[in-house]
């Protein structure tokens, strides 16, 4: 009995251990945790595309950014290329000195940055400005015709009723001075407007509102000289187109008397007590 209860012990004793060996063969068989590190593992990178060298004696020019182009100084006022003011610079669009490029300036000279702007100053090899080319050659002399034996009776044309007739012809020819100052063409004098002319200064005389009565006639611009003093009508004009020419490029009166819009033009005129004078003067396309 002692040795059945020996024998049984034993067994139980070497199940224990079979139990306990098999366990820790499996705890063995199970591998390690790998670390984790922060961060991932690199991708493998795709070669860039291969590009052929270039022949021998290849070149490539550089490529470069187009400069913006230069800011006008604001210049001297000027009549025309003679004036002393205009040593460098050429009188365009009544002034002179400024330029955004080397064709604004005169002969041997060039176009210089400066804080102000571009400005023409000595130096350079700047051509001269085109010529208008040869003048045309002179036409023959008409073939005479039959003299008649006796001349026409001389008929004097008959005497205006039109206080102000010398006065609308003036006054087109006194703008057309101040636009060819800037090189822009002559307007025609419209003739068949002046009596409507002559109504609206009356009606803004009337109204003592200057432009009150603007485009009544049909006119597309306007300036006006409201009852202005003068010793004569001749005197008004003078005084008033060239302060309308003197605000320059942006004043109101000025772009009107210069701008290429217009083709026309017609002056109306209406007298008041003491020499003074209401005047409009209509731009027409």
């Given at each position: 009995?002692?040795?059945?209860g020996?024998?049984q012990?034993?067994?139980v004793?070497?199940?224990?251990?079979?139990i306990?060996?098999?366990?820790?063969k499996?705890?063995?068989?199970?591998?390690?945790?790998?670390?984790?590190y922060?961060?991932?593992?690199?991708?493998?990178?795709?070669?860039a595309?291969?590009?052929p060298?270039?022949?021998?004696?290849?070149y490539?020019?550089?490529?470069?950014?187009?400069?913006p182009?230069?800011?006008?100084?604001?210049?001297?006022?000027?009549?025309?290329?003679?004036?002393?003011?205009?040593?460098?610079g050429?009188?365009?669009?009544?002034?002179?000195?400024?330029?955004?490029?080397v064709?604004?300036?005169?002969?041997n000279t060039?176009?210089?940055?400066?804080?102000?702007?571009?400005?023409?100053?000595?130096?350079?090899?700047?051509?001269?400005?085109?010529?208008?080319?040869?003048a045309?050659?002179?036409?023959?002399p008409?073939?005479?015709?039959p003299?008649?034996t006796?001349?026409?009776?001389?008929?004097?044309?008959?005497a205006?009723s039109?206080?102000?007739?010398?006065?609308?012809?003036s006054?087109?020819?006194?703008?057309n001075?101040?636009?060819a100052r800037?090189?822009m063409?002559?307007?025609?004098?419209?003739?068949?407007?002046?009596?409507?002319?002559?109504?609206?200064?009356?009606?803004?005389?009337?109204?003592?509102?200057?432009?009150?009565?603007?485009?009544?006639?049909?006119?597309?611009?306007?300036?006006?000289?409201?009852?202005?003093?003068?010793?004569?009508?001749?005197?008004?004009?003078?005084?008033?187109?060239?302060?309308?020419?003197?605000?320059g490029p942006?004043?109101?009166?000025?772009d009107n008397?210069?701008?290429?819009k217009?083709?026309?033009a017609s002056?109306?005129?209406?007298?008041?007590?003491?020499?003074?004078?209401?005047?409009?003067?209509?731009?027409?396309?």
């Amino acid at each position: 009995m002692a040795f059945v209860g020996l024998t049984q012990r034993c067994l139980v004793i070497a199940a224990f251990g079979a139990i306990a060996l098999s366990s820790c063969k499996r705890h063995d068989e199970t591998p390690p945790p790998q670390p984790q590190y922060g961060y991932p593992y690199p991708q493998q990178q795709q070669p860039a595309p291969y590009s052929p060298p270039p022949p021998p004696g290849y070149y490539t020019p550089a490529t470069y950014p187009t400069p913006p182009p230069m800011a006008p100084a604001f210049g001297f006022f000027c009549q025309s290329d003679f004036d002393l003011q205009c040593a460098y610079g050429r009188c365009i669009g009544g002034r002179c000195g400024g330029c955004s490029d080397v064709g604004q300036c005169k002969r041997n000279t060039t176009c210089t940055a400066t804080p102000v702007g571009g400005t023409c100053w000595p130096g350079g090899n700047n051509p001269p400005a085109p010529s208008p080319g040869p003048a045309p050659a002179p036409l023959p002399p008409p073939t005479p015709g039959p003299t008649p034996t006796q001349p026409p009776p001389f008929t004097p044309p008959p005497a205006s009723s039109d206080p102000f007739a010398a006065a609308r012809q003036s006054c087109v020819d006194r703008i057309n001075q101040y636009r060819a100052r800037v090189r822009m063409g002559p307007l025609a004098r419209d003739a068949s407007t002046e009596a409507c002319d002559d109504e609206e200064s009356r009606l803004d005389s009337s109204s003592n509102r200057a432009h009150g009565s603007f485009g009544k006639c049909g006119e597309r611009a306007q300036n006006a000289c409201p009852n202005y003093p003068g010793a004569s009508v001749e005197d008004v004009l003078t005084k008033c187109l060239q302060q309308m020419f003197d605000e320059g490029p942006g004043g109101g009166h000025y772009d009107n008397m210069t701008s290429a819009k217009y083709s026309r033009a017609s002056c109306g005129f209406q007298a008041m007590p003491g020499g003074r004078i209401w005047t409009v003067q209509n731009f027409f396309k």
